[in-house]
Every structure is written in C-alpha cells, then in structure tokens.
C-alpha cells in the first residue's frame, strides 16, 4: 500500500503539482497526424495534464498547440478562424500563430506594438512518421525526441486507437503491468474458446514476476513453465513519462503492442493503444483484431460492437469514447459470464477499462494489500516517487530526457533455459530495430492438453 501522500504524489498531474512537473520534462506523442485535420481546418479541443488546449493545422500546415482560452478577455479559440497562417479568435479578431505569437489585433491603432508583447501559451509541436509530439516542459530549447520505437517505425507498419477512461492515469497505466490478471479478466469460461494466452487457470499455473529499473524506466518479467528444461519469459516495459509495452503473443502478426497513457487531467486519461511491425506494413483489415485483443481462428468470445465510438461530441475526447461506459454497464452479460466470458464483459478494452474505471476515477493505494505478483506495479511507483522526489529536491531530471537512444527496446516473449538470468537472456530479444523479427511466442506448452485434462480431473 501506499501513504495518502504518496498516492497524490502519483496521481496529481495538473501545472505546478510535483508529478506535473516531472511529466512536462518529456516529449510524449500527443495525436495520431490524422487526427488533426488538413490545412485550415477548425481546431480540436484537448485537454492535457490539466490544461485545456487546442490543436490545430494552420493553413500553412503548421501544427500549433495553444491554450482554449485568448490571452485578450479569455473566449474559447476553438471556436477561432483557422486563416492566415493563424488561429483567429472570433472576439475580437486576435490572431496567434502556432508558436503563440500575435500577429494582429485589428482593433488596436495601427501604431500600436501591444501585439508585440503578448505571448499566448502555446507549446511546440513535432510531427515524425504520422505522430505529433509535443513539448510542455520548461526548457528554451526542448530536449531531444525519445528514440521510440512508435516515432522511428513508417506509418503504414503501425496501428493506433484512441479511447478515452475515466480513470486517473497510474491506474489505467497499471493495468500493462499486471501479467496475471488475463488468466481471469480476459479469459473463459468454456474450453472450446482457449486461445494462446490467459490459460494459467486451466494450466494450474502460479506465474513468476520480477522487474528491474532501468535508464528508461523499469523492464518487468513474467516466468510461466514450459517443459522441463525450459521457461517461457514474456518482458515489459515502462517508459518515462507514460508508455508501456506488454509481452507479444504468438507468432501470426509478429507486432510490438503497447500503450500511450496520456493524463487528460486527475480523473481522465486518453489511451492509445499500439502496435508497429518491424518488418512489414500491417494489413488494415487485421487492426481491428489485434488492436481488440487478438482474435483468432478459434471461436470468438467477443461482442465487438461495444468497443465502437458513441457519437462524437466537442468536449476533449469526444471522439474517442465508446458505446460500452459505466452507464449501461460497458456491456456487461450475465449469460455470457455464466457461458462464455470469465468477466461478463464484451471485449478486451472494454473489460480493462470497466474494472479500472471500477476502482472510482483514482484509486486509493492506502487500503490494497499488494502480493508477489504485484512487483513490476511497485517498482514503477518506486521509480516515478524517486524521480519526481529528485526534480523536486535537486532539480534532477532522469537522464532519459537527454539520451534518445536509452528508449530503443521492444517487448518480447520466448524461451530460455531454466537455469538462465532473464535479464542477459532477453537482451538480444529486446533491442528494438527496423527489419529485426518479433520474439514472441504463446502460452501453450507441448503438454498443454494433458496438464488441462488434469486440471479438469482433480477438480
């Protein structure tokens, strides 16, 4: 468990909270290119770390990132002109260029320099491969982008969702950490739906977990058993500010999946859910599966239509939230929970994100009672309090910000030999690089059959 203070610590992201702080030393992705529309068009609302934004492309095709409100009597620019290389607001006719500049206040004499001394909170923006980043630190000059595999991989060999939780961020980031809970939330009740992974149920299995800081953040393990001279290992990782990577299954799409866990604000985050092959562009018409959890040949225990988006509305968001939300129970089946669906819920984002959001919009670490499989959880909160405690007291930042390259790691899930270190042993797994395969391999050991003929028995 943690302390109340430690869990504000975590938690709070808004300007001038310590982990607020410590989230504006890095670039992070913001938009998929796609989101923000052509030359000219209207700007999105965005809320970000507490801080309501507009993004938008000026009719030069510059991304800007301002703040909702003009800095002359505060009215919204999402409602502004996108012209004249600018963003005008409607008001009074100000208008801001991408990096927060005024370029003219047509009301104002035309001897005027007050335009000269308005600086609009803007922050900058970088588009690489189909993705924006943006920089909301405190620094003149930004330091380097993150040498991610998300940012180097061509547009056409990723896939990016969007969704919106109403959760705080740790512990919807939390969720990538945990490799136990698929064997119950995401798993079956029927054994004609086995898949490849989530399986330690009918295998009888108690996995193993470990986890280790790294430059980056923490890398974390799950050991499961193969055969007797053989473990199988399925790594992890964290990245500073708020990227994870989970452990690949199977070898049919041969991708890296992951997540973006972005704080809206204290109680919302917005999800990208990831995945890039190194080798080869991904087929569009497999998105939709392995982004929604991996269907297979097998039966599907999935409903699908529940992941959909509800209506778009313009609040920041509003694109990107779902027909299944706390309202109507995500959902949820009865029948299905008693027939089909361990959980009840429809779908893989929708059972994560209904049991996160389940936890009330931020959890209170004060009353949990941590287990061993817990740990990669624990080492990442050890590791953000350390840092955040750092910037505080010595003005530290992790030296991460400054070495691109400390991000180039990929998860990853094969064999070693049960007498080998995971940590030397993965490494050659993990090194992140254009035109290097996937290791990744599923939860089936050759015995599977007999060992859930002898779960099902001793029941």
Same mark, same amino acid.
């Given at each position: 468990?943690?302390s109340?203070?430690?869990?504000?610590?975590?938690?709070?992201?808004?300007?001038?909270?310590?982990?607020?702080?410590?989230?504006?030393?890095?670039?992070?992705?913001?938009?998929?290119? *796609?989101?923000?529309?052509?030359?000219?068009?209207?700007p999105?609302?965005?809320?970000?770390?507490?801080?309501d934004?507009?993004?938008?492309?000026?009719?030069a095709?510059?991304?800007?990132?301002l703040?909702?409100?003009?800095?002359?009597?505060?009215?919204?620019?999402?409602?502004?002109?996108?012209?004249?290389?600018?963003l005008?607001?409607?008001?009074?006719?100000?208008?801001?260029?991408?990096?927060?500049?005024?370029?003219?206040?047509?009301?104002?004499?035309?001897?005027?320099?007050?335009?000269?001394?308005?600086?609009?909170?803007?922050?900058?923006?970088?588009?690489?491969?189909?993705?924006?980043?943006?920089?909301?630190?405190?620094?003149?000059?930004?330091?380097?982008?993150?040498? /991610?595999?998300?940012?180097?991989?061509?547009?056409?060999?990723?896939?990016?969702?969007?969704?919106?939780?109403?959760?705080?961020?740790? #512990?919807?980031?939390?969720?990538?950490?945990?490799?136990?809970?698929?064997?119950?939330?995401?798993?079956t009740?029927?054994e004609?739906y086995?898949?490849?992974?989530?399986?330690?149920?009918?295998?009888?299995?108690?996995?193993?977990?470990?986890?280790?800081?790294?430059?980056?953040?923490?890398?974390?393990?799950?050991?499961?058993?193969?055969?007797?001279?053989?473990?199988?290992?399925?790594?992890?990782?964290?990245f500073?500010?708020?990227?994870?990577?989970?452990p690949?299954?199977?070898?049919?799409? #041969?991708?890296?999946?992951?997540?973006?866990?972005?704080?809206?604000?204290?109680?919302?985050?917005?999800?990208?859910?990831?995945?890039?092959?190194?080798?080869?562009?991904? *087929?569009?018409e497999?998105? #939709?599966?392995?982004?929604?959890?991996?269907?297979?040949?097998?039966?599907?225990?999935?409903?699908?239509?529940?992941?959909?988006?509800?209506?778009p509305?313009?609040?920041?968001?509003?694109?990107?939230?779902?027909?299944?939300?706390r309202?109507?129970?995500?959902?949820?089946?009865?029948?299905?929970?008693?027939?089909?669906? /361990?959980?009840?819920?429809?779908?893989?984002?929708?059972?994560d994100?209904?049991?996160?959001?389940?936890?009330?919009?931020?959890?209170?670490?004060?009353?949990?009672?941590?287990?061993?499989?817990?740990?990669? #959880?624990?080492?990442?909160?050890?590791?953000?309090?350390? *840092?955040?405690? *750092?910037?505080?007291?010595?003005?530290?930042?992790?030296?991460?910000?400054?070495?691109?390259?400390?991000y180039?790691?990929?998860?990853?899930?094969?064999?070693?030999?049960?007498?080998?270190?995971?940590?030397?042993?993965?490494?050659?797994?993990?090194a992140d690089?254009?035109?290097?395969?996937?290791?990744?391999?599923?939860?089936?050991?050759?015995?599977?059959?007999?060992?859930?003929?002898?779960?099902?028995?001793?029941?």
């Amino acid at each position: 468990m943690l302390s109340a203070t430690d869990n504000d610590l975590l938690t709070r992201v808004g300007p001038g909270t310590p982990m607020g702080r410590l989230l504006r030393e890095f670039w992070f992705p913001v938009l998929p290119s *796609a989101e923000v529309e052509s030359p000219g068009a209207r700007p999105l609302r965005i809320r970000l770390l507490g801080e309501d934004l507009v993004i938008f492309r000026n009719t030069a095709g510059e991304v800007g990132l301002l703040s909702e409100y003009c800095s002359h009597r505060g009215a919204s620019l999402y409602f502004g002109r996108n012209e004249d290389e600018g963003l005008r607001c409607v008001y009074h006719g100000w208008l801001y260029s991408p990096n927060g500049r005024c370029l003219e206040m047509p009301a104002e004499p035309a001897d005027s320099n007050f335009k000269d001394k308005i600086a609009h909170p803007a922050y900058p923006c970088r588009e690489v491969n189909g993705t924006i980043w943006a920089y909301m630190g405190p620094r003149a000059a930004p330091p380097p982008l993150p040498d /991610y595999g998300l940012a180097r991989m061509p547009v056409d060999h990723k896939a990016v969702r969007l969704t919106v939780r109403e959760c705080n961020w740790m #512990q919807a980031l939390e969720g990538d950490l945990d490799l136990s809970h698929g064997a119950y939330l995401h798993s079956t009740v029927d054994e004609q739906y086995l898949g490849s992974n989530h399986l330690d149920r009918f295998l009888r299995e108690t996995p193993h977990f470990e986890a280790v800081e790294t430059e980056y953040g923490v890398a974390h393990a799950v050991r499961r058993g193969w055969d007797e001279d053989h473990d199988l290992w399925g790594i992890g990782h964290y990245f500073f500010p708020f990227l994870t990577l989970f452990p690949p299954v199977g070898d049919a799409m #041969q991708v890296v999946p992951g997540h973006i866990w972005i704080p809206m604000d204290d109680r919302r985050t917005l999800v990208w859910s990831t995945q890039w092959h190194p080798m080869r562009p991904i *087929a569009e018409e497999s998105n #939709q599966g392995t982004l929604g959890g991996g269907q297979s040949s097998r039966p599907s225990i999935f409903d699908w239509g529940w992941e959909q988006y509800a209506e778009p509305d313009p609040e920041p968001g509003g694109r990107w939230r779902q027909k299944g939300n706390r309202r109507n129970d995500y959902g949820f089946s009865e029948e299905a929970q008693l027939t089909r669906r /361990y959980s009840g819920l429809p779908a893989v984002e929708l059972q994560d994100r209904g049991i996160q959001e389940s936890m009330r919009p931020i959890v209170d670490r004060t009353i949990e009672h941590l287990g061993a499989n817990d740990v990669p #959880q624990i080492r990442v909160r050890q590791r953000l309090l350390k *840092a955040v405690t *750092a910037l505080e007291d010595q003005g530290t930042v992790p030296s991460c910000v400054d070495n691109p390259s400390a991000y180039r790691f990929r998860s990853a899930t094969g064999l070693l030999p049960k007498a080998e270190s995971w940590i030397e042993g993965t490494r050659p797994w993990c090194a992140d690089e254009l035109g290097v395969p996937v290791v990744a391999r599923g939860h089936r050991p050759p015995d599977f059959e007999s060992r859930v003929a002898a779960s099902r028995a001793s029941r």
